[in-house]
């Protein structure tokens, strides 16, 4: 995993976390790596993994057995989806805008590059 | 488990390297000690392993002054110097030598470490190159199981995979029951594993937070308007525009740059104080 510069290391973590559950990789009631495995694996301090199930439990996106390790939750990718959005309305989309205004685009410019993008992508 | 009281050390007269020094560490925790060369980094740290003495005030491990090296002290402690000495003998005859010393040594973490920094173990150590002995002496140290593990600089001298490999072993070691210290250049190399910071200058310790507090109350960040940022504490102008760092005002949670706090600090030591008190 690749760090990026802006943002604090535990939500990049979360993030990463939160990808697998999205991707279907882990499923609701499947037990993710321990945090010492995930600290060894992404090379950072386990404290820091820590905070970040700490984060993500708080959001009900993972539940915690005690002694045995967190669980994904059952409506987890709904409730990602949902942090995701408001943190990218909050965070990305104002400065995504901000470029749109600066180029002098308008909305319906970018809808045949986001199909585009789609396809190619995601089909 | 490391409590250091008012502590005062000089190497000559009227040249005072520590005075009236605090520092108190904890276990469970990854601390990375910081401060321009001549400081007293790697004193403070011999201060810690009992190869230095106070001249005033005392500094105690697991409740033992360090200047006893008492042998349950020394069983429960293990420093890796930046420069060391290793005897020309082969790995498992250093082993036999060195590992009944440390009652919680283990065997097989040992020859885990080894097998992770690809050491070949049937070499003599003195015919390893400088980088090769260092990842022995690593691997040592963490399969000594000692509750302080005290690291000089563990970085200098290697190479660019082994560096990746050092942050998964050192990930590995971190339990409840073990206080890591580690003093470091490479801020880069470790920022990910350090969860305390402490900064060492003018004789004492002059900043000693862990990372959250840190990210609750200082924010970095790229800017292209250095007026538009706020009340700045540190500013480092780049092509891509300039990097400061101010105060933490919206709860934005932003990626701490080691070199850019450390700067700060040394820089603005009462503003940044104030900041955390």
């Known amino acids: 995993m690749e760090f990026k510069e802006s943002q604090a290391i535990y939500l990049q973590i979360a993030d990463h976390l939160c990808e697998q559950i999205l991707l279907d990789k882990w499923k609701p009631d499947d037990r993710i790596p321990s945090v010492r495995e995930l600290a060894v694996q992404l090379e950072v301090n386990p404290n820091t993994v820590m905070r970040t199930c700490e984060y993500l439990q708080q959001y009900d996106i993972i539940y915690n057995k005690r002694g045995i390790g967190y669980f994904v939750s059952e409506n987890a990718s709904k409730k990602i989806i949902q942090l995701k959005k408001e943190r990218f309305l909050a965070n990305e989309l104002p400065q995504f805008f901000r470029n749109m205004y600066l180029l002098d685009m308008e909305l319906d410019e970018l809808k045949p590059h986001y199909e585009k993008y789609k396809k190619s992508n995601f089909k | 488990m490391i409590s250091i009281q008012n502590l005062s050390f000089s190497y000559r007269k009227n040249k005072p390297l520590f005075e009236g020094l605090d520092l108190n560490l904890e276990a469970g925790y990854i601390y990375g000690l910081l401060g321009k060369n001549g400081a007293g980094k790697s004193s403070l740290l011999k201060q810690m392993a009992g190869l230095l003495f106070p001249q005033g005030g005392v500094c105690k491990v697991m409740g033992y002054e360090a200047r006893y090296r008492q042998p349950d002290f ?45 050491i070949p173990t049937d070499q003599r150590l003195t015919e390893m190159s400088y980088g090769q002995k260092k990842k022995v002496l690593i691997s040592f140290a963490l399969a000594t199981n000692t509750k302080a593990l005290i690291m000089d600089e563990p970085t200098n001298g290697l190479d660019i995979p082994s560096k990746s490999q050092f942050r998964k072993v050192i990930a590995a070691a971190v339990s409840e029951e073990k206080c890591i210290v580690i003093s470091t250049h490479q801020v880069r190399d470790l920022d990910n594993l350090i969860d305390n910071i402490v900064i060492i200058d003018n004789h004492k310790i002059i900043f000693r937070q862990d990372v959250d507090a840190v990210n609750d109350k200082l ?59």
Do not use: C, W
């Open chain 2, 219 to 277: 924010s970095f960040k790229t800017v292209s308007n250095v007026e538009d940022a706020g009340s700045v504490l540190y500013a480092n102008s780049s092509l891509r525009g300039h990097a400061v760092v101010t105060e933490n005002t919206d709860k934005e949670q932003s990626r701490i740059d080691m070199e850019m706090l450390f700067n700060a600090v040394l820089e603005q030591p009462e503003r940044i104080s104030k900041i955390f008190n």
């Open chain 2, 74 to 118: 020394l069983r429960n402690l293990f420093m890796v110097p930046e420069e060391f000495y290793l005897p020309q003998v082969r790995i498992n005859n250093y082993v036999k030598a060195y590992a009944p010393f440390y009652p919680d040594f283990s065997n097989t973490s040992f020859r885990e470490y080894l097998e992770e920094f690809q």
